[in-house]
């Protein structure tokens, strides 16, 4: 039952690792933050329209993300609406600033599972293999770069490496935006995910389009689109973030994080 549950605990976090291998950028230059910031609590609500006016709903979730003076992520919670917590992330770094390892733990405090990272003469984080709370290896994930640094595609192998790997390929603007990603688990779905991005002057994400399409014939099975509307600090980081959904834009949620800077 624990392989399992690790398993898909490992698909949920698959692109939120992502933003992580985007060297040798740090974890805040990844997701677009400005600043030297020491920690960020982001708190996830439903939504709905009061009188023409997004207003917010039921608290759904909340994470609390600490960073180091270098911009790098050491320990993420995410807690349930309790107050209890769900799941915690614990990164660790060699002299050189770079994560050598993300533990995950459970909310009885027990491991779930482990990355372990590798990375190439540049700095490049190349491969990552990944482990379960028993020491043993679960997955290979591998990291190609464009010219510019950019993180162009994502491989994860499973145990068995004769089924095709969960793949993911992006594609970037020019100014390095990743304004397209597929997304796909061939071993496990006949579908594939396409996510389309459009961005603010701000490069926060404007409107995505997402896709779900038959791998072998390319047939659209469905069709979302959503919009993005935001407050910001005096750093130009989002604090507000208001989620509409298809082109009458129905509010849908509302993210709000509270951004505590070193400076």
Known sequence: MKKTTFALLLFSLCLVHTAFAQQPKNDLQSINLKGKIKSIKTSEYGAKDVFGKPTKDALLQYNIATYNASGNTIEDVVYKVNGEISLKKIHKYNEKGQRTDLSIYYASGVLAGKYVCQYDAKGF?????VYDDKGTQTNRITYKYDSKGNLIEQLTYMADESKEPI???SKHDEANNIIERVHSMPAISKNKNTLKMEYTPQRD???MMQVRQ??????VVHRSEYHFEYQLDAKNNWTSQVKFEGESKVVKYIVEREITYYE
């Not at 984080?125 to 293999?129: H, M, N, P």
């Not at 038959?214 to 047939?219: P, R």
Request: charged residues 40%; without cysteine.
């Open 205 to 207: 994400i404007a409107k």
């Open 167 to 169: 793949s993911e390929v």
């Open 214 to 219: 038959e791998i072998a014939t390319d047939k």
């Open 125 to 129: 984080l190349v491969a990552e293999k």
